[in-house]
């Protein structure tokens, strides 16, 4: 990684640093990350003033993340701002104070600026064309119009999850008055949106702490058995019964509520019944969950540097290249898998009857299928596999990455059971896996000493399936490992297989 | 990895090929591993000739493996034979087919040397200072004394888990008569082994596929919550429930039991027997498993070549290191947090009350607390127990890899929880772990930077503890981190706790 980069967002509620080594328009990996809850725009008065307490918080947190900076390496460090620092009055004052205390000059973003880098962030990590999207911050709340993987258009509403906190709830649990009060005010803001909905795009999108952790309550509700909130998906009705299950606790209660964090346990309330109010509003049934937003955004910005907008054109291949680079996978070896897996694929195309979606998928498992040996190996499918079912790779859909992470699993050794995810899975995955792995393990073992040996591959069909490698020497290793897993394929396809050399 | 060499042991059942890439007496990786189960010994009879078919799988395997070994850049190449060729009659005939056929020039190893090998592949992975060692093959059994890590005698008996099966087993499932010839044959073979037991040492440990097997049907039997082979321990008492289990179920119905492979389903109750009358014998109640042997002894000799005998001088230090540097740790950080890891642990050891163990187990974990980051930044804490819980790390109790994995995810956030797998741990290791844990957290919060600004720590213990940092420069970070992760501390030792700056 030449390059790394400081991202620093400030927000009302927390503040966040991320650390970013790159190679621009290449490739990249998060190096570090420090999250603090500092509160900034706690006690802000009908003056609009920033308190000295809270500033006090913001200026200590952010001497500390540019020794941390410094420290690590950073090159380059961009601090932006959100609302808190936007409005107040007082603005000016602490912006010096934290050029002077800190050394850090800082960006302050305005509402549509602010909504277009979380817009980059979504645009660059979740495969959505036209999709609306939402940010709930502390202090205020973005909707974003994206047709096309284009920005068209943003509404930036005063209400955060802290603010609204603040001024409307001082009952513990939370009084039927003072809910009904919150709902009011949300719907209010939201009323004259008029270009919410489904006339604009299907699909909703949501970023920000707030969703983040309603996303992780939900999948600990579910018992979900991925830990990735990037891709998660929940319905506006699991929604509805996570506010009503808040609305009966107290702050203290909700503390052991699992997946809500402590120091969101004030606050979550009034952040869900924005996200609720908006989802009614726009009539969206669901919310795909985005890990990355603002701080993305602002990276892709530098990452992208040239491109207007700065959009990867290709979400998924960029995400499997980065992690296979992650992992210093052999490129030679697995673009040759990838090959006659496809080669494989194609020819066998009368026999499962699939098409460009799980070509593709192959394809990509085949480009990651021995990502697992940076982890040891022994056992190295087992490790791709974990890799692939705890790492966010941002274009996929969770269903997509199980079914890469079983094409890993099984490229080489057992036979297929995909039961333990079958959750996460369509009814037919089972068999898509098992036909696909198939052709992948095959691949794999015509390319068992890794030279490139096997040229192309030939196909016949009839009662029984013959495969007639073309190869530049001897390929007796391969040859014979290959027929070997012979295995999977007649129980997935229901023949006869043999491979021969040409 | 400087170097690359290849292993092949030509056993009387299996093959293997190992390739490790090492650096001689510094560190050392498996990079590849290829099994065949091509039974050589299969069908000897009275004459004692190999038969036409086994030799001639054996020569096209090692055809295969020279491939192998040729592509993938391995510069030496130690191929040797154990008990099926050193007795055959027809031996100088095979092994110059082989030579010329498959060009490789075996080494025959005679019995003693076959047992001295398997004792440095042991003596190597296992803390065992006196033992008794078994390794069942197909074609001999070899029992070993060591003591104080040295060689001290063995016996090979020409019994092993195929050559019993192709001579007394017929039935299926087995006769009772046959079932007591077997144990009978057996039993004679080790009568007259006066030295076994425990006047000569308490432990037994064993190699091998038969007694790997064994290990892992008990596993699965017990649904053992660890998938690692190495330092897995089981009774005699269970052996001899698998036993019950296997005598009445057909070769056939065996392929269903989990942890059995299917080229080992015939011969395997032969195998278990031997164990088994072995451990009664030397009047063992249990076995320590290797997934070290022969091989790793034959590569011991070349990576600590100038050392006789070739032993790793601590096992432990020596694995941990291996690991660390495997996935490319940071050694002065780690170094750094191992310090004061260490300095907090002696400085409390009136509140803790431990003793050398633990301070050697957080020393370790000090060492290992990063090794998830090769994995990926987020949740690398979990990633680093995710590569403690399955790879071998041999030198260590599977109790010990399981606190060091909880020592290693608790370095940093979450409170501590080690319920998942207490089946692996003593009743006391949970308060162990919580306290240890606490340490290692505060350590690695005055690293925060990753810079060493703490220089050294004093600790004042009255109702309270307070830890004095001194510090060769502003340590605001460290020290506003580590008193952040004070909760760990109170909730592990029942006391406030607060760091300030010298």
């Known amino acids: 990684m030449q390059q790394r980069i400081g991202v620093i967002d400030l927000g009302s509620n927390t503040t966040r640093l991320i650390v970013m080594g790159y190679v621009p328009h290449h490739s990249f990996r998060l190096l570090d990350e420090v999250r603090e809850s500092v509160r900034l725009a706690e006690g802000i008065g009908s003056d609009g003033r920033l308190q000295p307490g809270p500033m006090q918080r913001a200026i200590a947190t952010m001497r500390l993340f540019n020794q941390l900076c410094q420290s690590s390496g950073v090159q380059q460090l961009i601090p932006a701002a959100t609302s808190a620092v936007r409005e107040a009055t007082n603005r000016s004052e602490f912006l010096a104070r934290i050029e002077q205390e800190a050394g850090m000059h800082f960006r302050v973003l305005n509402a549509e600026e602010?909504?277009?880098?979380?817009y980059l962030g979504i645009a660059n990590s979740l495969s959505l064309s036209d999709a609306f999207m939402i940010d709930i911050g502390g202090g205020s709340t973005q909707v974003t119009l994206m047709r096309g993987r284009r920005f068209i258009r943003s509404v930036s509403q005063p209400i955060g999850a802290l603010r609204l906190t603040d001024r409307l709830?001082?009952?513990?649990p939370i009084s039927h008055k003072e809910f009904k009060l919150l709902e009011q005010t949300v719907a209010e803001h939201f009323a004259n949106v008029d270009w919410?909905?489904?006339?604009?795009?299907?699909?909703?999108?949501?970023?920000?702490g707030t969703i983040r952790t309603l996303a992780d309550i939900d999948r600990k509700l579910r018992n979900y058995p991925l830990g990735l909130t990037h891709a998660y998906c929940f319905s506006r009705d699991s929604l509805a019964d996570i506010i009503e299950q808040l609305r009966g606790m107290t702050v203290r209660e909700r503390a052991d509520l699992p997946g809500l964090n402590h120091d969101r346990a004030d606050l979550i309330l009034a952040g869900a019944v924005i996200l609720h109010t908006v989802m009614k509003r726009g009539d969206f049934e669901q919310i795909t969950v985005s890990g990355q937003g603002l701080r993305e955004g602002l990276f892709y910005e530098q990452f992208l540097s040239g491109e207007n907008p700065p959009l990867l054109p290709d979400i998924r291949s960029f995400n499997v290249q980065n992690m296979a680079r992650t992992y210093n996978?052999?490129?030679?070896?697995?673009?040759?898998?990838?090959?006659?897996?496809?080669?494989?694929?194609?020819q066998l195309a009368i026999l499962h009857g699939y098409g460009s979606w799980e070509r593709e998928l192959l394809g990509h498992a085949a480009l990651l299928h021995d990502i697992g040996l940076a982890v040891g190996y022994y056992d190295h499918h087992r490790h791709g596999a974990y890799l692939l079912l705890n790492m966010a790779l941002p274009g996929f859909s969770h269903r997509e990455q199980v079914i890469l992470a079983y094409l890993v699993r099984y490229h080489r050794k057992g036979d297929i059971d995909t039961s333990e995810l079958q959750v996460v899975?369509?009814?037919d995955d089972p068999v898509r896996i098992a036909r696909l792995a198939a052709l992948l393990r095959l691949a794999e073992y015509l390319e068992r000493r890794k030279d490139q040996v096997v040229q192309s591959l030939r196909v016949e069909i009839s009662d029984s399936v013959r495969v007639i490698a073309r190869t530049n020497g001897a390929a007796d290793v391969e040859i014979w490992d290959a027929n070997r897993s012979s295995g999977l394929f007649r129980k997935a396809y229901g023949r006869e297989m043999q491979i021969i050399a040409a």
Do not use: T
């Open 114 to 118: 602010e909504a277009y880098y979380g």
């Open 169 to 172: 709830i001082s009952s513990d």
């Open 196 to 208: 919410l909905g489904k006339h604009g795009a299907n699909e909703l999108a949501g970023m920000g």
């Open 329 to 346: 996978y052999e490129a030679i070896h697995a673009a040759k898998v990838r090959e006659l897996s496809l080669s494989l694929f194609d």
């Open 425 to 427: 899975l369509e009814a």
